[in-house]
């Protein structure tokens, strides 16, 4: 059985993924960032989903990319943007991007699985409703794959780590569809940019309008907990 480090934020993507790599065999160590994001409540979803799959080892890492600022995700100055019905998104990179997050939660990923001897590193990065991120990517992906190469023992010693993105190439309604096929209950994810303490969606963010449409056109019911009542 071989071994998997997983990135787990807790949203709907990363459940998939777990499933994704627990279904091939995997034996998984499962890895969040408490990096500063004022949607703290993924970090709570994330334990649970470990607990749920009978994850031994999960581990939290510690940042403070908040101290960066910029971001809405990470800065109380910049106000998370909330998705009008029917509107066109704008065009651009949004102020949700976090500058750097993924290159570097991936780089924890490798240390972790150079550690565990880990040989693949699963994440739920998604070229298609990806909300404008440039680290989302297929030709990030491909110049990580690279990186992971050069940059590690396993690499140079011949053994270079499966950097696996199965929701790449995938809508965010054949996502949800694959997760159910492979039993994935979505009741305990938050994907919301700005939930609160006990989870719940506003509703209204970039984030939860995705989800939303998403479990709309898999004609499967939306088990989001919202703070209000969405039409």
């Known amino acids: 059985m071989t071994q998997a480090v997983v990135l787990l934020s807790g949203g709907l993507d990363s459940v998939t993924c777990l499933a994704e790599a627990l279904s091939v065999g995997h034996t998984v160590t499962t890895l969040s960032f408490d990096y500063g994001q004022r949607h703290r409540a993924e970090l709570a979803a994330a334990a649970r989903i470990a607990r749920h799959y009978g994850i031994t080892d999960h581990r939290v890492i510690t940042l403070d990319l908040a101290q960066l600022r910029g971001s809405a995700l990470t800065d109380s100055a910049v106000r998370v943007p909330e998705h009008e019905p029917n509107a066109p998104r704008p065009d651009g990179i949004p102020v949700t991007y976090v500058p750097a997050r993924n290159t570097v ?126 039409s």
């Not at 880990?118 to 298609?128: C, F, K, T």
């Not at 440039?134 to 010693?157: M, N, V, W």
């Not at 993105?165 to 009741?187: D, F, M, N, W």
């Open 105 to 230: 939660f991936l780089s924890f990923a490798l240390a972790v699985a150079e550690v565990t001897g880990a040989e693949a590193l699963y994440i739920g990065v998604n070229a298609i409703d990806y909300s404008g991120y440039p680290d989302c990517r297929p030709a990030f992906i491909d110049a990580f794959r690279t990186l992971a190469q050069l940059a590690t023992k396993a690499g140079i010693e011949g053994r270079p780590l499966d950097v696996c993105t199965p929701l790449l190439h995938l809508s965010k309604r054949e996502i949800i569809q694959r997760g159910v096929s492979l039993g994935v209950s979505y009741a305990d994810t938050v994907s919301c940019y700005q939930a609160d303490d006990e989870g719940r969606a506003c509703g209204r963010c970039d984030a939860c309008h995705l989800r939303r449409e998403g479990f709309q056109e898999a004609a499967i019911p939306d088990p989001t907990r919202y703070v209000s009542p969405v």
